[in-house]
């Protein structure tokens, strides 16, 4: 599913609290391969996956990153750096639904 050709099913993976970190592991490594060349290599951690995807172009895929509930704070605090106004409203909500 990580590597389909559907952006749709990688989102869907993106925003996946359960993927395996295999799965994780492989979307990242094909975000990489979009990347320029030089790009730093992966881990396998969640979270070091997590943060990488906080880097991808993607709004879709930052937004399904802003709502994981395994992404940690600093990536959060980058992804609040992004121009995206959709990724924004997705912060702005997550930290709405977390005080209740």
């Given at each position: 599913?990580?590597?389909?050709?559907?952006?749709?099913?990688?989102?869907s993976v993106?925003?996946?609290?359960?993927?395996?970190?295999?799965?994780?592991?492989?979307?990242?490594?094909?975000?990489?391969?979009?990347?320029?060349?030089?790009?730093?290599a992966?881990?396998?951690?969640?979270?070091?996956?997590?943060?990488?995807?906080?880097?991808?172009?993607?709004?879709?895929?930052?937004?399904?990153?802003?709502?994981?509930?395994?992404?940690?704070?600093d990536?959060?605090?980058?992804?609040?750096?992004?121009n995206s106004?959709f990724?924004?409203?997705?912060l702005?909500?997550k930290?709405?639904?977390?005080?209740?």
């Open positions: 599913m990580a590597q389909d050709p559907g952006p749709k099913i990688r989102e993106a925003s996946s609290h359960n993927a395996p970190a295999d799965v994780m592991s492989a979307l990242a490594r094909a975000a990489e391969e979009a990347r320029a060349p030089g790009s730093p992966m881990s396998a951690r969640p979270v070091d996956l997590l943060r990488f995807l906080c880097l991808d172009a993607s709004e879709t895929v930052g937004g399904w990153v802003a709502v994981n509930a395994r992404t940690p704070d990536a959060l605090h980058g992804l609040d750096l992004d106004q990724v924004h409203r997705l702005e909500w930290a709405e639904f977390l005080r209740v």
